[in-house]
């Protein structure tokens, strides 16, 4: 489970009528709910009023407070299982309630009264809660968060998911491209799947240096036809996923099956630039480092909400010295000025120099473990 900060403070007018409906991206609306995962931590604040649409009007005879300050969340799910959402330090006087909807209709269901309320609950003194239901494939969940209190005052959220997927709702997430021209040939699979969840990924993958495979496809399954000679490059692109290059051998692999996971894109985390390689005491990149560069460059194009820290690092013994610590500062603004030189706004890039304090390997046994302590790793912030 990860911590984040969600800074969600937005200004807002009135509440409209259910038959006046707004597309609204604000937080204390439906259809700007907050998008939040089935196995996280988050730490949010109310928006000080109510949103622009009174989206529960059709649920006046169950809730009790008109909409004053207003917040919601929403969550999905490939598959089945139960989901508990907990709260703590919620203010007095706060009503919440849990809606379900199919996830076409989404908040048009719930302004018109057509999805299903799972349940509400009234805070009057305690200031903690939990909301616990049976989650559907093909359901929407949405959380009405609704207090009397004036201000922004900060609350927490938890959210866990026991899976109780079933193998076919996991069959039908299966995007296959075959590439064999005989399916009744022996073929080698490359699996995407989601790190966390291990279940597939719909991803934009590129294989490479291959004699009659090479082109752009959309799947999570890539079957290619049998050979110990067969080999490989991909890069694998996905929404909601940091990017991912991989090169394949089959005659270093045993089984005739390789499972790729993607990590999902979190804030904070933190996630090392392999191959991106330096000359020794220099911030002059290998020429093979500049197509990772190239990556982090289209993945950052296309996730324009995403801001990064470029973190350098050096191979050095002994101290921490201040030479070490420009030289690793070089490093990360030398990737930072190719993505703002290809494009990339430089205000959405910081970088730090650690110098040798978080070198991977500070007795290596050989040169390539030396190369891996003069990386650069980059912090989704």
Sequence with gaps: MRFRTLILLFTMISYGHAQNMVQSENIGDCSGA???????????????????????????????????????????????????????DLPESTEIALFS???????????????????????????????????????????????????????????????????????????????RSDRSAAGFSVHILDQETLLPVET????????????????????????????????????GYFFKDISVNRRNIKSDTLAVQLKPIRTDDQIELEGLQFESESDVLLESAKNKIRRLRDFLALNKTVNIEVIGHVHKEGRNSWKAKRLSKKRAKKVKSFLVDSGINEDRISIVGMGNEQMKYPEPENDKQIQANRRVEIKIK
């Excluded at 305690?126 to 207090?147: H, P």
């Design 204 to 239: 934009s993958i590129v294989v490479k240096n291959t004699k009659s495979y090479n082109a752009l496809y959309s799947a999570n399954v890539i079957r290619f036809p049998d050979s110990e000679y067969l080999s490989f490059d991909m890069e694998i692109n996905a929404p």
């Design 101 to 179: 909807a199919v996830v076409d209709s989404s908040c048009n269901a719930i302004q018109t009264g057509q999805a299903h309320l799972e349940s509400v609950v009234k805070l009057e003194q305690k200031n903690v809660a939990t909301l616990a239901s049976k989650v559907e494939k093909g359901f929407r969940y949405f959380v009405y968060l609704n207090s009397k209190k004036e201000g922004t005052p900060a609350f927490s959220i938890t959210t866990s998911f026991l899976d109780e997927r079933s193998q076919k709702e996991v069959d039908e997430l299966m995007k296959v491209k075959d590439l």
């Design 34 to 88: 907050v998008s939040i995962n089935k196995q996280e931590e988050f730490k949010a604040e109310f928006t000080g009023k109510a949103g622009y649409n009174n989206d529960v009007a059709a649920y006046e005879d169950r809730l009790d407070f008109e909409p004053f300050n207003t917040f919601w969340l929403k969550v999905e799910s490939q598959v089945s299982g139960n989901l508990s959402i907990s709260f703590k």
